[in-house]
């Protein structure tokens, strides 16, 4: 059985938007747009001067927040829609607007899941 993982140290790496949130190139872009919609990153990424193809500048993703990096984690969990959800500490280190995003996003999408 398939599962998904939003970490307490959210993870970005070297590359660019879409092979953070779809790493095997799995999915459309309409779909990769609509999992940014949801994880509340669409209006961030639109600003990009390459949009999807925007590079994530360092190889930890140190120029987007805390609080962006977890979004980018609830992106690529909201594009696999795994049975089974695990969150270690997920919202440890963000702030409460972001908290409450990520916490009604899971909410929503994830009711079906065993989280």
Same mark, same amino acid.
């Given at each position: 059985?398939?599962?998904? /993982? !939003?970490? %307490?140290? $959210?993870?970005?790496?070297?590359?660019? *938007?879409?092979? &953070?949130?779809? $790493?095997?190139?799995?999915?459309?872009?309409?779909?990769?747009?609509?999992?940014?919609?949801?994880? %509340?990153?669409?209006?961030?990424?639109?600003?990009? $001067?390459?949009?999807?193809?925007?590079? =994530?500048?360092?190889?930890?993703?140190? &120029?987007?927040?805390?609080?962006?990096? %977890?979004l980018f984690c609830?992106?690529? *969990?909201?594009?696999?829609?795994?049975?089974?959800? =695990?969150?270690?500490?997920?919202?440890?280190?963000?702030?409460?607007?972001?908290?409450?995003?990520l916490q009604r !996003? /899971?909410? %929503?999408?994830?009711?079906?899941?065993?989280?």
């Amino acid at each position: 059985m398939k599962l998904s /993982i !939003i970490p %307490q140290e $959210p993870t970005l790496f070297k590359g660019s *938007v879409r092979t &953070n949130l779809d $790493p095997l190139g799995l999915y459309s872009d309409d779909e990769i747009w609509e999992a940014l919609d949801k994880c %509340q990153l669409m209006a961030t990424i639109s600003s990009l $001067p390459n949009l999807l193809d925007s590079s =994530v500048m360092s190889a930890e993703g140190e &120029n987007w927040s805390a609080g962006q990096r %977890q979004l980018f984690c609830l992106g690529r *969990v909201l594009l696999k829609r795994n049975k089974i959800l =695990v969150l270690d500490e997920a919202t440890a280190s963000i702030d409460s607007a972001t908290d409450a995003i990520l916490q009604r !996003i /899971i909410r %929503q999408e994830f009711s079906e899941c065993t989280h």
